[in-house]
């Protein structure tokens, strides 16, 4: 089994994501869809045998933990340079793996097409900002672009913690070390607290996995960096409640002031299908200011939603406002983005006054405009009477 020439053929495809099981074809992962790649065989329990031994040659001592534990992280660069993200694991006593492809080169806001609040927060220079969303929703692509942003503009040392590293980032104008959990350190926890002895202005940490990773980034943050990670939320308000819930209920009334005052903004993202294929974000920004500040410190997660709808000024949109835009211009269909939205009928019915919105601004701006008030105006060269209708003028015969 050649794992480079398997890999190729499905990123020809368009895949994001490659499955990999004992006893089915390779299958991959298409605008959305799992369909099988054409062309290649049923897999046996050798071939698996043959893609973990690939896998695993850089670190061997992961393919040993993998056979201890089950479970594997790693990240695998092909013979083009593509990198992918690899999870491998056990199922009825078989080898399964699960491959991610790492785009080449870091996308910018423009290409991903990210609302100004995206851009807003990469611009800040200390705090806590979080990335969100469900597995494959482009946490990682978004947090890359953000970095590539500050790695373009400032200098300044940033410094990654991540399981595995995926995008690789060159020294552009700042100085970028990427830390690789199980290869250059041996966890989370300990890597962040070794961070902050190595002057960092930016941290990068992967996932925000449970309370020592999480009280240790507020405590960054806090002391003036500016702390990057992701969680598996689907928005905003469940953001702030798990990462509240990480800590017992006698510390959480200190950790909502913390964040209040450390947190500058959570970015939480939904991928839907477009209309001419592939996929494209919706995308939450919620920036952090005085309001927000007082319902994260008050415990009243209910109303964020409705403090984001109403932080324009701030560059804040809801998910229903990205949906709705989307349908608006066409990207999205309309069944799909209900499908995805928090709530369907509340969804409709502000889609529907967009949509009425949409028709009125079309119909004013192909209107004529309406002649002034008192009829055409007179030129010097234009008689009274061609733009009175009724009157007579007397012209005097010349003397």
């Known amino acids: 089994m ?3 020439l398997l890999l190729t053929s499905a990123v020809q495809t368009g895949a994001t994501d490659i499955h990999l099981k004992l006893g089915r074809p390779p299958n991959v992962r298409k605008d959305g869809q799992v369909i099988p790649l054409e062309g290649f065989n049923p897999l046996t329990a050798q071939d698996l045998e043959t893609l973990l031994a690939a896998v695993t040659a850089v670190n061997p001592q992961k393919q040993v933990d993998f056979r201890a534990t089950g479970e594997l992280d790693v990240a695998y660069t092909a013979n083009d340079h593509t990198r992918y993200r690899v ?10 793996f699960a491959f991610r492809v790492i ?15 995206v851009r807003r927060l990469a611009e800040e220079h200390r705090g806590l900002i ?56 041996q966890s989370f926890g300990q890597a962040l607290r070794r961070a902050l002895r190595q002057d960092p202005d930016v941290i ?15 405590q960054a943050a806090e002391s003036g960096h500016l702390v990057f990670s992701t969680m598996h939320t689907i928005d905003a308000a469940e953001t702030l409640g ?27 993202q939904r991928l839907i299908p477009r209309q001419d294929g592939g996929r494209v974000a919706a995308v939450e920004v919620m920036v952090n200011n005085a309001r927000i ?45 209900a499908n995805a939205s928090s709530n369907r009928h509340d969804f409709l ?10 028709v009125a601004d079309v119909r004013e701006a192909e209107e004529p405009e309406p002649p002034p008030a008192g009829g055409p105006l007179r030129t010097a060269e234009t008689p009274v009477g061609e733009t009175v209708p009724g009157l007579r003028v007397a012209h005097s015969e010349p003397t």
């Open 2 to 4: 050649d794992l480079d």
């Open 87 to 96: 999870n491998g694991f056990m199922q009825r006593g078989a080898i399964s």
């Open 204 to 218: 990068l940490i992967g996932e925000l996995r449970d309370a020592e990773t999480a009280e240790t980034a507020l």
């Open 349 to 358: 019915v502000k889609l529907e006054r967009a949509l009425k919105q949409q």
């Open 293 to 337: 500040a007082d319902l994260i410190r008050e415990a009243r997660p209910d109303e964020i939603e409705d403090a984001i709808d109403e932080g324009e000024y701030f560059d804040m949109q809801t998910f229903s406002k990205a949906l709705i835009d989307l349908v608006v211009r066409g990207e999205i269909d309309r069944e799909i983005a």
């Open 242 to 268: 798990r990462l509240t819930e990480f800590f017992p209920g006698i510390k959480q009334p200190m950790i909502r002031s913390i964040l209040a005052g450390v947190l500058r903004g959570v970015i939480s």
């Open 130 to 185: 979080l990335v969100t969303g469900a597995t494959g929703s482009g946490k990682t692509t978004t947090l890359a672009s953000m970095l590539n942003h500050i790695n373009r503009t400032r200098r300044q040392h940033i410094v990654t913690i991540e399981d595995p590293i995926e995008i690789m980032h060159e020294d552009i104008a700042c100085i970028v070390n990427q830390r690789e959990v199980g290869l250059d350190t």
């Open 103 to 117: 785009p080449r080169e870091v996308p910018s806001f423009d290409t991903l097409k990210m609302p100004a609040g």
